[in-house]
């Protein structure tokens, strides 16, 4: 099946300073990826839809000018949290459409990334 | 109100029991329903989907979906400890890029 991974795992950072979360397709070209926010027992929350070469599509509320995001190729997205703070310490979690697979609405998530913010 | 409404559980159950998770939404438009399964820590995966009405099994789940009444279900039958996880539900318009997740319901299978 698609696999979709991410890096790092689980980061650690000051107050101020800025973290960049890969995204990566490993078999399949994605056009569009995904990047959600998951605060714990909650559900997701979708903070943009990014296409391969084009702008993302940050949903409302989220600060496009605070979260990053760059499509750069088809298997590779990143997500920038620029000057961190706590209230930012969360699980970061992307996923992928794959194009070509059986069920195109299907979204293939990575593992998660967990930020913390000191 | 939101699109799709979850109750986030937490539920418990005995191994082996029938377990029946739900999700109710008011968006007309959604033709594709999902449930997604997600370990703790882990990025969800997906279990199963249906378009637009009616069942449909696997192995030991089936998903149920009836329209009419905005109402969407998952049925896990002989449910084992390895089914603990929480379970969302997902939903999309015909053509959408995205899709809307409800809340998630925490399900414990005690051994």
């Known amino acids: 099946g698609a696999v979709v991974s991410q890096h790092p795992s689980w980061v650690i950072c000051k107050s101020g300073t800025s973290v960049k979360i890969e995204c990566r397709s490993l078999?399949?070209?994605?056009?569009?990826m995904f990047w959600y926010r998951q605060f714990p027992k909650q559900s997701l929350m979708l903070m943009a839809t990014?296409?391969?070469?084009?702008?993302?599509?940050?949903e409302q509320g989220v600060e496009k000018d605070k979260f990053l995001i760059n499509h750069a190729s088809l298997t590779l997205s990143t997500l920038t949290v620029t000057s961190a703070h706590p209230e930012d310490s969360s699980f970061y979690i992307c996923?992928?459409?794959?194009?070509?697979?059986?069920?195109?609405?299907?979204?293939?998530f990575g593992p998660g990334t967990r930020l913390t913010v000191t | 109100q939101k699109e799709v409404e979850q109750d986030p559980g937490p539920l418990s159950v005995p191994e082996g029991a029938i377990v029946s998770l739900n999700c109710t939404y008011s968006?007309?438009?959604?033709?594709?329903f999902m449930w997604y399964r997600q370990y703790s820590r882990k990025g969800p995966e997906l279990l199963m989907y249906?378009?637009?009405?009616g069942n449909k099994e696997d192995g030991r789940f089936t998903a149920q979906v009836d329209k009419s009444s905005k109402y969407i279900s998952l049925f896990i039958r002989d449910s084992q400890p390895s089914d603990s996880a929480t379970y969302l539900c997902?939903?999309?318009?015909?053509?959408?890029?995205?899709?809307?997740f409800g809340q998630g319901t925490r399900l414990t299978i005690n051994p």
């Open positions: 996923s992928a459409r794959d194009p070509g697979g059986t069920f195109s609405y299907e979204q293939y």
């Open positions: 249906t378009y637009s009405s």
């Open positions: 990014s296409n391969e070469g084009s702008k993302a599509t940050y």
């Open positions: 078999d399949f070209q994605a056009t569009t």
């Open positions: 997902a939903m999309s318009p015909l053509g959408a890029q995205k899709l809307v």
């Open positions: 968006n007309s438009a959604f033709q594709y």
